[in-house]
């Protein structure tokens, strides 16, 4: 199919002989101050409508006529330039364009980078073809963001799922991981989580990007697997033949744990040769923080009440470099990597209240977890006179490794009585509980486990520009493969006594923590592991090996897995005037094998067999895509894309593992059949671009979700649900597809400099922005049995917050500036329960933060800054908000810095 398209297109080509004589300008635009590069440039011929963009890098590539031309080019927050050329036919001919700033605030070298990094991204979003969101490296430095999740909340229809205080997984429009693909450099990169395809992003450095790019329409040349957006993550690259490095060095301090913290980050970039055509770049940085939290959590259909106290010392480590070469303007190789590291130790002591035993756990956990992403893209960049040919090559792995996952639980028979007139602070009546003599050893769990995932990626994209009635056009094609394999190996072993064992005061030899949740509570000395783990290893005789539980948790959960993608598309972009119609299509077919393992309990309850499986599915889909813009004035645009799009399944879902348990009667099935959500997406968006860099926007979105998955009980069903039965009746829970959902929301933006305002006032600057989403979707009741099985309820979508939004004041003059900025996270579904009253919600949450910064020069700058400053909790509650089932609290943290550039 691809080498048909290229046929065609070819002799399409050949055919326009006024074509043949085309002149090639190639350029790049930088600001005539320092030099940056000026990514998202309006650059056209003046009296056509002939027109491009600068890329990341500031680069552009225009076809033009033999003859006299004006090139113009245009860039909010800097003055119009035109330049003057005589081109001949074939001619390629290289511009360096350097612009000066039209503001005032902006030309001045100290105080440039916020509002530039600014101009970047409303650049960039204003001369898109689709509809987008571009956070650039200057504004994600203005504030106190560590990773690239955190600094993906600030942008409009963007919230973030947390875990202990730090930004982790990102939802776009209301959708739930899942439904986001994430790239670097245009690159799909894998997941380094067993059982998941999304990433999650606290393991990427923030200071490693050049921009974040959150496209919000798709068009044929992107990955279709995107229904709910795509990330894509840039990296830097070299750009001037001066020698640029930058540093920063930060230490900070938590609140709550009375500890710090430090970061550092250094990067050096040059452009090497009397024609600068080697350009290098390395960058790296590092991050280590200890945090942790005070936790209470609460059981309500148990009437359990638990109390966890974490600790936990978490490091990045981030390292990209970019090598590229210019042969001449019409050919370039590039070679980009990306390494994180990201590690988590944690501990968590934990004390359970069970009054319907008459028993409290005392409980210790110490794990250490290390994920990884690697990138590496390998390609090439080619202009020739009658098209352009760009090609790569992607090698990507995400790793997880948990060397060890401890835990070991005491139990004492203590009676306990609790109380929850106060729900946030469940009352706990029962003595002893912090005399550790009262607690004799109960289990020893010891675990490790592996997750790996790897890409092999190639690629291509085809140019081919054309006339159509004296209105540039450009037909673009290409293909890609590429190849996934996942797999996750578990090792779990479980030890109970056969012989005396110590009680809990024997291996209590840290300190109780003081003032846990702000002194609501009273914990005893926590267990030690390191002295428990010492006494095992020393008398192994008097503990006994569950051999059963090993061979039942290894089965269920490792696995592993092939995938190869194959994808091809078409496109056209045509300029009318003002209108610009950007459409086409694109084919993407997947082929999965998987291999598992089925777990068998007989009645008794006992392990009955393992049994090997594998499964496999096969899927294609035709996805067309269609943009338009019309620029209603200079500054105005209404965009309007209707596009096609789908998600896989998470791999949990699709694994046929399963789990058999004929003692409840009930049986767990994975779906290797299980079809991807289809998507039709609707976008209308309206936008005003200020000369003084701001922007005002507001749109509507609409998604309907077919084949949407969810969990379904099949009753009375005979097992396996295939082939031949060997279990008449049982019940049988499988993710399964068929049922429909829908999101529609609008969203609102606004960021501007008050510099209209009089006195003091116009140092202030407003970033603004409001996301209102509305779900539905339909199931199987909750309430269905085996009289009425197919009966349906409708309920909100899992992760789609009603309400989302943030604002920010800044105030900047000469050598300070500083930011107070409010993240509002609104209430959302987080888990489907068995039952309405069971669902979980996670509570709306707002965050306060603030930063500060004074240079000394162009070089030297030193900042401040502090988060969470209303010691915001997590909360979830079960049904209703007076039933709260967690409240975790993080307190304050800050650091202090000073920053260097060169």
């Not at 320092?34 to 027109?51: C, K, P, Q, W, Y």
């Not at 930060?250 to 609140?255: D, L, T």
């Not at 509570?521 to 008398?539: E, Q």
């Amino acid at each position: 199919m691809i080498t048909k398209w290229i046929t065609c297109c070819l002799l399409l080509t050949t055919s326009l002989g006024a074509w043949a004589q085309q002149a090639i300008i190639k350029g790049k635009v930088t600001d005539v101050v320092n030099n940056e590069v000026l990514t998202g440039a309006s650059i056209s011929l003046l009296g056509t409508n002939n027109a491009t963009v600068s890329d990341v890098n500031g680069e552009f590539l225009i076809y033009a006529n033999p003859g006299d031309r004006q090139v113009v080019v245009r860039y909010l927050g800097y003055r119009d330039t035109t330049i003057s050329l005589q081109l001949k036919g074939n001619e390629t001919r290289a511009l360096n364009i350097g612009l000066s700033s039209s503001y005032a605030r902006l030309s001045s070298v100290v105080v440039m980078g916020l509002l530039q990094g600014q101009a970047k991204a409303l650049n960039q979003q204003k001369n898109a073809d689709n509809i987008k969101n571009v956070v650039a490296a200057d504004q994600i430095g203005r504030f106190p963001d560590p990773n690239a999740a955190e600094a993906l909340q600030r942008v409009p229809g963007v919230n973030i799922e947390r875990d202990q205080g730090e930004g982790r997984y990102v939802f776009v429009r209301g959708l739930a991981p899942q439904f986001t693909n994430v790239s670097v450099n245009g690159e799909q990169i894998p997941s380094p989580e067993a059982d998941v395809r999304f990433v999650a992003l606290d393991a990427i450095p923030a200071d490693q990007l050049a921009s974040i790019e959150v496209s919000k329409s798709l068009t044929p040349d992107m990955d279709g697997d995107a229904v709910g957006g795509s990330v894509n993550l840039i990296t830097r690259t070299a750009q001037s033949k001066v020698p640029r490095i930058n540093a920063s060095v930060a230490g900070g301090y938590n609140q709550l744990m009375r500890k710090t913290n430090i970061q550092g980050q250094l990067q050096y970039a040059q452009r090497l040769g009397k024609k600068e055509k080697l350009g290098l770049l390395f960058n790296s940085s590092y991050y280590h923080n200890d945090l942790g939290s005070d936790n209470v959590e609460r059981s309500p259909q148990d009437n359990e009440v638990e109390l966890r106290d974490y600790q936990l010392t978490r490091t990045r480590l981030g390292l990209s470099s970019t090598l590229d070469y210019k042969f001449n303007p019409r050919h370039e190789i590039y070679l980009r990597a990306l390494y994180s590291r990201f590690t988590d130790r944690e501990w968590r002591r934990a004390t359970k209240f069970v009054p319907e035993d008459d028993e409290i756990e005392k409980a210790t956990k110490d794990r250490f977890e290390a994920q990884s992403i690697t990138t590496i893209n390998l390609g090439a960049k080619h202009t020739f006179s009658k098209f352009f040919l760009n090609y790569e090559a992607q090698y990507s792995m995400g790793r997880q490794n948990t060397p060890y996952d401890n835990e070991i639980v005491f139990v004492a028979g203590l009676p306990s009585t609790l109380s929850y007139n106060n729900p946030r602070y469940p009352a706990i009546i029962a003595d002893k509980f912090t005399d550790n003599k009262e607690y004799e050893f109960d289990e020893a769990g010891f675990g490790h486990t592996l997750a790996k995932d790897r890409n092999l990626t190639a690629k291509f994209d085809l140019g081919i520009p054309y006339k159509l009635n004296n209105n540039n056009g450009l037909i673009k094609l290409g293909g890609k493969m590429r190849r996934k394999e996942k797999s996750y190996n578990i090792t779990q072993d479980y030890y109970g006594a056969i012989a005396d064992i110590p009680g809990a005061d024997a291996f209590d030899e840290d300190q109780p923590k003081k003032k846990f949740m702000d002194g609501h509570y009273i914990l005893g000395r926590p267990l030690y592991m390191s002295s428990f783990i010492r006494y095992f290893n020393a008398n192994p005789s008097q503990f006994e090996a569950s051999l059963e539980d090993k061979a039942i948790d290894e089965a269920l959960e490792a696995y592993d897995a092939e995938e190869n993608v194959y994808a091809a598309y078409i496109m056209g972009r045509q300029q009318f005037n003002k209108v610009m119609v950007l459409a086409g299509v694109r084919y993407e077919k997947t082929n999965v094998n998987y291999n598992s393992k089925d777990v068998v309990i007989d009645g008794a309850g006992d392990l009955q067999d393992i049994v090997p499986v594998s499964g496999s599915s096969h899927y294609d889909f035709f996805l067309p895509q269609a943009s338009v813009r019309y620029q209603l004035s200079r500054f105005t645009n209404l965009r309007a894309a209707a596009t096609f799009s789908y998600a896989r399944p998470n791999f949990s879902e699709i694994i046929p593992a399963q789990e058999i348990n004929r003692e409840d009667e009930v049986a767990t099935a994975g779906n290797a059949a299980l079809k991807p959500v289809k998507a039709f997406n609707l976008d209308l968006l309206a936008e005003h671009y200020f000369g003084n860099v701001g922007v005002l926007s507001g749109g509507f979105f609409y998604k309907r979700l077919n084949d949407f998955i969810y969990r379904r009980v099949l009753f009375n069903s005979p097992y396996p649900l295939t082939g031949t039965p060997y279990i008449n009746s049982i019940d049988v829970i499988q993710a399964r597809n068929g049922n429909k959902a829908n999101v529609a929301g609008f969203e609102f933006a606004f960021q501007n400099n008050l510099s209209f305002l009089p006195g003091a006032l116009k140092y202030f600057s407003l970033y603004l922005n409001y996301t209102y989403a509305h779900s539905a979707a339909t199931l199987q009741s909750r309430s269905a049995d085996e009289t009425d099985p197919n009966a349906t309820e409708k309920l909100r979508l899992p992760g789609q917050a009603t309400h989302v939004g943030n604002i920010s004041l800044a105030f900047e003059r000469k050598k300070f500036n500083a930011r107070i900025s409010f993240n509002f996270n609104g209430e959302y579904l987080s888990e489907v329960g068995a039952t309405n009253e069971e669902d979980i919600f996670v509570k709306d949450r707002l965050q306060a933060d603030i930063s500060a910064g004074y240079a000394f020069n162009a070089h030297w700058r030193v900042f401040a800054e502090a988060l969470n400053l209303t010691n915001q909790p997590f909360e979830r509650f079960m049904n209703n908000k007076t039933q709260l089932i967690q409240r975790e609290y993080y307190q304050q943290w800050g650091r202090f810095g000073v920053k260097f550039d060169w």
